[in-house]
T-cell receptor, first 117, second 110 residues
Framework: QVHLQESGPGLVRPSGTLSLTCVVSGGSVSSANWWSWVRQAPGKGLEWVGE???????NYNPSLKRRVIISLDASKNQLSLNLTSVTAADTAVYYCTRVWGGGFDSWGQGTRVTVSS | EIVLTQSPGTLSLSPGERATLSCRASQSDPNNLLVWYQQKPGQAPRLLIYGASSRATGIPDRFSGSGSGTDFTLTISSLEAEDFAVYYCQHYSGSPPMYTFGQGTRLDIK
């Protein structure tokens, strides 16, 4: 069973860049899977951020597309999320997930990011 | 972009009762790529149902999904204490790729 573990700074300054990593164990980011980031603002619902395929193809939520980059590092078996020009609206728990069956079958525990000065 | 509307916002029931949660899509999807999740406080969501009606691995058979087109339902046949949580529906569109979530239904103990 695949295990996902997110990590990154818990606090990011407004207008800065949010950078997170997700280490995958029990599976390979080089396998024929899509990997995705989903976020959840405090007390709110879920929002898809974007996804990446093992070959590097990416798709992003149109509302975030101008600011987000998702990448893979096969040597470290991890994926990364970079979100630029952050505002308080980007404060959320960020989840790393594996895409399967049109949804997300494996989730990390999530990492909380607060955007504040 | 498909918009998903879940109802009711909150459902208060007792253990042993039957729960019926609704998810309505703004556009019909012939592929029925509709997924349901359960989320408990402080935890990541858990995949329950995919393809509108197929249970994910390890999900008890008291959970069932149904529906097609624009109207989908998650049914919990007999509520157990651990079922009280927030439930989300989610849809996948392939062109362009987009995953959309409903706003959630909170299932509370009455």
């Amino acid at each position: 069973q695949v295990h996902l573990q997110e990590s990154g700074p818990g606090l990011v300054r407004p207008s800065g860049t949010l950078s997170l990593t997700c280490v995958v164990s029990g599976g390979s980011v080089s396998s024929a899977n899509w990997w995705s980031w989903v976020r959840q603002a405090p007390g709110k619902g879920l929002e898809w951020v974007g996804e990446i395929y093992h070959g590097g193809t990416t798709n992003y939520n149109p509302s975030l597309k101008r600011r987000v980059i998702i990448s893979l590092d096969a040597s470290k078996n991890q994926l990364s999320l970079n979100l630029t020009s952050v505002t308080a609206a980007d404060t959320a728990v960020y989840y790393c997930t594996r895409v399967w069956g049109g949804g997300f079958d494996s989730w990390g525990q999530g990492t909380r990011v607060t955007v504040s000065s | 972009e498909i918009v998903l509307t879940q109802s009711p916002g909150t459902l208060s029931l007792s253990p042993g009762e039957r729960a019926t949660l609704s998810c309505r899509a703004s556009q019909s999807d012939p592929n029925n790529l509709l997924v349901w999740y359960q989320q408990k406080p402080g935890q990541a969501p858990r995949l329950l149902i995919y393809g509108a009606s197929s249970r994910a691995t390890g999900i008890p058979d008291r959970f069932s999904g149904s529906g097609s087109g624009t109207d989908f339902t998650l049914t919990i046949s007999s509520l157990e204490a651990e079922d009280f949580a927030v439930y989300y529906c989610q849809h996948y569109s392939g062109s362009p790729p987009m995953y959309t979530f409903g706003q959630g239904t909170r299932l509370d103990i009455k």
